[in-house]
């Protein structure tokens, strides 16, 4: 089916409540989009934690008041809006501490943990980390974030053996159509953060090039960790990691930046609700161990784009793991890269 008709016409549904009833889920980014509805489902679905990754508090407890009153979950559902701000290394940092608190120290789960906050950049600017913002936010803080997560899940699967948990990083079909000249560079990283370089890749790929790029790595990400998922006595991964792509939606995705107004255009004429494609985040998070290591698309497993299929895709991506990991390293020699 070819990608606009599966937008169009794929029926997208909700995982039973029976496959998170009283778990935790842990969903970065969601005060707005596909993150808060995503977290208003699981509370209606009967989670029994949510924890809200929001870099303003504010929104983060406006967003929990709504899905509170929305679900009527008080009471059932506990949801904790804690801080975090991909552009710091720091508050990664400090919101993986705290996660680690919350498991190891206060005997707190986490079942589910889904990596959704994003941004779509369409003007160069850098973080006050150095990097390019959507490399720092999409995939450098995001891979720092996932990779001390880990042994938080595979704590908690050791804990409760009757739940294996997952881990989602979110994708996009837009990975398909980049051009990223910069892949053949010797240091892929760092020639993508020059502003000359980024000019010249948005004029060989157009406007979302350097966003798919971003999101190919969050697919490369999530296809290396699931490679050193441990495995259990049986062979199956202790975790499930994924990435999924959760289709063309509605969101603020696309209001925060310059963007051209025929894609705009084209998404107020097609595009899913926020509600309806965030069904496929509660999707990549109830799945078997068949959806370990794949990309997920329309909620189901999908091939990759060729540019991470390819005879080179292996190389590329070992390449972009190894410079990522060698930054991350950088800032903060803790993290845990082996499980
Ligand atoms: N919408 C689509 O068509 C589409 C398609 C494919 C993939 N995706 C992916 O889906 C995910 C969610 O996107 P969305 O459409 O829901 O967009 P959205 O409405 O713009 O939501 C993005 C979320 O990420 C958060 N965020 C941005 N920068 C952050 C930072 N530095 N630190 C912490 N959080 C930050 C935002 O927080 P603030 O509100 O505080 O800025 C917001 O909660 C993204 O990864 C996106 O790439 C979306």
Redesign the pocket.
Known sequence: MSGLIALLFTKLSLPPASAIRGETILI?????????EAARHAARLGVGTIIM????LP?GEEAKADIESSTGCSGKTQILVWP?????FA?VRAFAARARKHVVDDGGRLTMAI??????SMQFALSDEGWE?SL???VL?TALLSLHLMPLLLRTGERHPSSRPHLAL?????HMSIKFPERHADRILQTMNGEEQWKKSQAAGGPTER?GAT?LM?LFLAQEMANRTPRDSRGEPLVVVNAV????????????EKTPWILKVV?AAI??S?EE?SKTLLHAVTQGTEAHGKYLDHQAITATGKIASDTEALALREKIWGEIIAVLKGVDPTVPTEF
Do not use: H, W
């Not at 970065?28 to 808060?36: I, K, P, S, W």
């Not at 990754?53 to 303003?56: F, L, T």
């Not at 975090?84 to 710091?88: N, T, V």
């Open positions: 970065t980014g969601a005060n707005t989009g596909l993150g808060r990754g929001v870099r303003s929104k975090l701000d991909l552009e710091s508050s990596m959704n906050a994003g941004i779509a913002k720092q936010v999409n803080s979110v994708s996009s079909d837009n966003y999101k969050d792509a959760p289709g063309f939606c509605k969101s603020d995705l696309l209001t925060r998404q595009a899913r926020s494609g």
